[in-house]
T-cell receptor, first 115, second 116 residues
Framework: ETGVTQTPRHLVMGMTNKKSLKCEQH?????MYWYKQSAKKPLELMFV???????ENNSVPSRFSPECPNSSHLFLHLHTLQPEDSALYLC??????????????FGPGTRLTVT | AQKITQTQPGMFVQEKEAVTLDCTYD???????LFWYKQPSSGEMIFLIY??????QNATEGRYSLNFQKARKSANLVISASQLGDSAMYFC?????????????FGSGTQLTVLP
């Protein structure tokens, strides 16, 4: 596997279900991100994990819970979601270096539908 | 706060022609970075090109170039010799030096369609 992988690619879940999205990066990066992409809206940063910090977008509801057990893996735990949570969830990683661009590399995304 | 504006929801270009996708930004930071990403219908965001605020020359990567006009706060993407495979959504993004250094702010995107 190379780059950033995400599983599952598609997920349909009811509002009472609990599920988890998984992201794995094979690039040796030290920061990982979760983004939400809804139709007709800009990408919304949800969470950032790096060696030095965890950053959370305060507008993200508590029904989304991130977990980063190590620098290569990132999870997004979902529970009691709402239909408006249906979106494409993108994971990304980057390598933070002083003075460097540290562009983010994205996975293919998980298309989530909440019924 | 940082803001990215992409005023073209959709653009059409003839195959083999050049096209410019507009991006303006707003920041009070002196040091920042500007990025362009491509998102095909498959969903994956593909990094295309980067421009640093202190870079004196416009960035180029193959058929992609960034027309950086700092005084106007614009960072337009130019795609030369368009190909059918260039049809996708294109996002401009900015990383500022304040706040979390790892956060990117994205624009709303431009849907580019290359016509045969």
């Amino acid at each position: 596997e190379t780059g950033v992988t995400q599983t599952p690619r598609h997920l349909v879940m009811g509002m009472t279900n609990k599920k988890s999205l998984k992201c794995e990066q094979h690039l040796g990066h030290n920061a990982m991100y979760w983004y939400k992409q809804s139709a007709k809206k800009p990408l919304e940063l949800m969470f950032v994990y790096s060696l030095e910090e965890r950053v959370e977008n305060n507008s993200v509801p508590s029904r989304f819970s991130p977990e980063c057990p190590n620098s290569s893996h990132l999870f997004l735990h979902l529970h009691t979601l709402q239909p408006e949570d249906s979106a494409l969830y993108l994971c990304a990683s980057s390598q933070f270096r002083q003075g460097a661009p540290y562009e983010q590399y994205f996975g293919p995304g998980t298309r989530l539908t909440v019924t | 706060a940082q803001k990215i504006t992409q005023t073209q929801p959709g653009m059409f270009v003839q195959e083999k022609e050049a096209v410019t996708l507009d991006c303006t930004y707003d920041t009070s930071d002196q040091s920042y970075g500007l990025f362009w990403y491509k998102q095909p219908s498959s969903g994956e965001m593909i990094f295309l090109i980067y421009q640093g605020s202190y870079d004196e020359q416009n960035a180029t990567e193959g058929r992609y170039s960034l027309n950086f006009q700092k005084a106007r706060k614009s960072a337009n993407l130019v795609i030369s010799a368009s190909q059918l495979g260039d049809s996708a959504m294109y996002f401009c993004a900015m990383r500022a030096s304040t706040g979390s250094a790892r956060q990117l702010t994205f624009g709303s995107g431009t849907q580019l369609t290359v016509l045969p």
